[in-house]
């Protein structure tokens, strides 16, 4: 079946350094592969998605690209700031219509200014 | 666009009684809904697939009987907890597939459940 696995947490970080969570994931097939945020007390926010090997999914200064040779999605920023701090979810999904997402555990990333 | 709401944000209940939680999309047709429970600093468990005017999809280990999942319209799904139990106290989240926008799927805000 279909799995995601990211690294565990807490990762703390002060502000403006580089942060890199990383996702690996198992699946027949080419899967959709994603990344969610959730704020503290929010639901989950989709921040980046990339649908096909070598593409790159960027938003909000987030990338990840879609390596199918090593089945990684890891997620990096160049220059965290304290708004990030949140939970981040790695997630896939095959086919386009009505598949449901297999999530990773979530990564709880803390920015102390 | 595309935003999911959920009502209520939180609620209390006792032991024993049912509580209901709906999941609206706003501004879209949503053919599917999901519905997720979230443990404390866990990931998202999904508990079943709920479709337009069809008896939602359970996974495994969910009881379909404590968890009424009602898809009465293209902008509504309810979540029913009947009887409920202190072990039930979770965070509930709602997300809502567009049919419309390459299937992508939106999350509500999430429902705090706390059975005391």
């Known amino acids: 079946g279909n799995s995601v696995t990211q690294m565990e947490g807490p990762v703390t970080l002060s502000e403006e350094a580089f942060l890199t969570i990383n996702c690996t994931y198992t699946a027949t097939g080419y899967p959709s592969l994603f990344w969610y945020v959730q704020y503290p007390g929010e639901g989950l926010q989709l921040l980046l998605k990339?649908?096909?090997?070598?593409d790159k999914g960027s938003n909000k200064g987030f990338e990840a690209t879609y390596r199918k040779e090593t089945t990684s999605f890891h997620l990096e920023k160049g220059s965290v700031q304290v708004s990030d701090s949140a939970v981040y979810f790695c997630?896939?999904?095959?086919?386009?219509?009505?598949?449901?997402?297999?999530f990773g555990g979530g990564t709880r990333v803390l920015v102390k200014p | 666009g595309a935003v999911v709401s959920q009502h209520p944000s939180w609620v209390i209940c006792k032991s024993g009684t049912s509580v209901k939680i709906e999941c609206r999309s706003l501004?879209?047709?949503?053919?599917?809904m999901f519905w997720y429970r979230q443990f404390p600093k866990q990931s998202l468990m999904l508990m079943a697939t709920?479709?337009?005017?069809?008896?939602?999809?359970?996974e495994q280990g969910v009881e379909k009987d404590k968890f009424l999942i009602n898809h009465a319209s293209l902008t509504l799904s309810t979540l029913t907890v009947t009887s409920a139990h202190p072990e039930d106290s979770s965070f509930y989240i709602c997300?809502?597939?567009?049919?419309?926008?390459?299937?992508?799927?939106?999350f509500g805000p999430g429902t705090r459940l706390t059975v005391t």
């Open positions: 997300s809502a597939r567009d049919r419309d926008r390459a299937y992508e799927q939106y």
């Open positions: 997630a896939l999904k095959r086919g386009a219509a009505g598949n449901k997402l297999t």
């Open positions: 709920s479709n337009e005017g069809s008896k939602a999809t359970y």
């Open positions: 501004d879209f047709q949503a053919t599917t």
């Open positions: 990339a649908t096909k090997a070598d």
